[in-house]
């Protein structure tokens, strides 16, 4: 998600020369490195800029509130606290009570008080402090100091917040603003693993809450239409996938038949251990493939040892990660897919883009939007690892002009995701979801003047009748 969205805003600045601020909750203390490694590595570019919440509160002038602020009493050193340093400094100090949170403090980089927060029958009290000490405001909930911090950035600008985080689309969702047009993408599944049509728990409130956004955005055409079916009522919803960089993919060698190469994170959602069953199912046919693994992961040992157990170490060879992994596709006859759930795997279209022809599950969400099944790849029935094998040595079997053809229209889907197509499509759902802003805000001020007219009516009368 993080890689997909950071992706996007440089499509945004390159294709589009918008500016964008990429906007960050966490309190991590290092993303001014962080910011450095991502422009030198070429992630980021002139245009975008990393901001963070407790970054931004550190160094801020934040104006006194007009109402008096209550100090807190600083947490007292005690062993049993949560201690984060950086630098040799302390940043933050967490004290919990049966398992519970009860209290924070946060530092800034110069061993400053920066905020209280304190958690008491049920009630919160976050306070911020200027460098002098003195507290300068307070909010009742951390939803409060993300709306204030808002208000901030935005200045009562026109502002488009594009929101991936499901985490942070929850406080979101309360964020109504006449400035501010508000989109979420969902990166994933919105539906319980197993289970059609059941909104799983970490979707639920976003889901139930989908009108509040001024539009909803999924990756595939099919998460929009069971969005709507399983009950979602969003006031816009648009279909625009992950874009690619389009550069040139020709390989300078033709691409070597059987070799595949698969590129994913090594944990269990991914289920890299079906694409390592599936080759010792084709092995035992007879076929001679390999398999060269792209990624990290908690699973690598027990991958590993899978590899070893299945006399597949001159077959199936796990690389580690490589930042331009996917330049390998230029040369390889085909890749595999096997997660148990996605949004839209680009790395599909990455593989399409060189002509390397994907085998994928029929997973909710992607594969099905992408793959026309045996003309620019293979879908493979979700779970079937000897369907799987099957697939990969039919593709052996096949004639050479076939699979020419096969790599052709592979490269052809592919340029519908480039980047320039689909900035495009970003620029068309944020103007139609500005206009449907303005018409739902005309409506909603409308109403209220009504009821205000209504109200005046009734008190009018009651005066007249004496009630």
Not at 313 to 342: I, K, M, N, P, Q
Request: with cysteine; hydrophobic share 40%; proline share 3%.
């Amino acid at each position: 998600m993080t890689a997909a969205m950071l992706h996007r805003s440089r499509a945004f600045v390159t294709e589009a020369g918008a500016d964008v601020t990429v906007l960050t909750l966490d309190d991590r203390p290092d993303y001014a490195v962080l910011e450095d490694r991502l422009r030198a590595d070429g992630t980021i570019v002139d245009g975008i800029r990393i901001l963070n919440l407790w970054d931004w509160l550190s160094e801020a002038h934040v104006r006194h509130a007009a109402r008096h602020v209550p100090a807190a009493t600083a947490l007292e050193d005690d062993e049993s606290d949560a201690v984060r340093t950086h630098d040799g400094v302390t940043r933050s100090r967490t004290r919990t009570s049966d398992g519970r949170t009860v209290a924070v403090d946060r530092f800034r980089p110069d061993g400053s008080l920066l905020l209280t927060d304190r958690q008491e029958n049920g009630d919160r009290h976050l306070v911020l402090y200027g460098r002098d000490g003195e507290p300068v405001r307070f909010w009742k909930s951390t939803w409060a100091l993300y709306r204030y911090w808002l208000d901030q950035l935005t200045a009562s600008r026109r502002s488009f917040l594009v929101v991936d985080s499901k985490t942070a689309a929850r406080f979101v969702h309360s964020y109504r603003r006449e400035h501010v047009v508000t989109l979420h993408v969902l990166h994933g599944s919105h539906r319980r693993r197993g289970s059609a049509q059941s909104v799983s728990d970490s979707r639920r409130e976003t889901f139930e809450h989908a009108g509040d956004y001024d539009a909803i955005v999924t990756l595939t055409r099919r998460q929009a239409d069971d969005y709507l079916a399983d009950g979602a009522s969003p006031k816009a919803l648009f279909v625009v996938p992950n874009g690619r960089a389009e550069r040139e993919t020709t390989s300078k060698t033709a691409h070597v038949r059987g070799r595949g190469v698969m590129l994913a994170s090594l944990t269990k959602r991914k289920r890299i251990t079906h694409a390592i069953d599936a080759l010792a199912l084709v092995r035992r046919g007879g076929a001679d493939v390999t398999l060269d693994l792209f990624g990290e992961g908690p699973e690598h040992e027990a991958l590993a040892q899978r590899i070893v157990d299945r006399e597949l170490t001159d077959t199936v060879r796990l690389r580690g990660f490589e930042r331009d992994a996917d330049v390998h596709f230029a040369d390889a006859d085909f890749t595999l897919l096997t997660s148990t759930s996605e949004g839209l795997p680009l790395v599909l279209a990455e593989s399409m883009a060189a002509g390397c022809i994907p085998i994928a599950y029929d997973i909710c969400y992607g594969p099905a939007d992408i793959i026309q099944n045996g003309r620019n790849g293979f879908l493979v029935p979700e779970g079937d690892i000897e369907q799987l094998a099957e697939r990969i040595t039919q593709l052996q079997r096949m004639p050479p002009r076939a699979v020419s053809e096969l790599r052709r229209r592979a490269r052809a889907t592919a340029r519908r995701f480039g980047d320039a197509a689909v900035t495009r499509r970003w620029g068309r759902a944020m103007e139609l979801a500005l206009e449907g802003k303005r018409e739902s805000d005309a409506g909603e001020s409308a109403m209220l003047r009504l009821r205000h007219r209504a109200g005046r009516f009734k008190r009018r009368v009651q005066r007249v009748l004496g009630a």
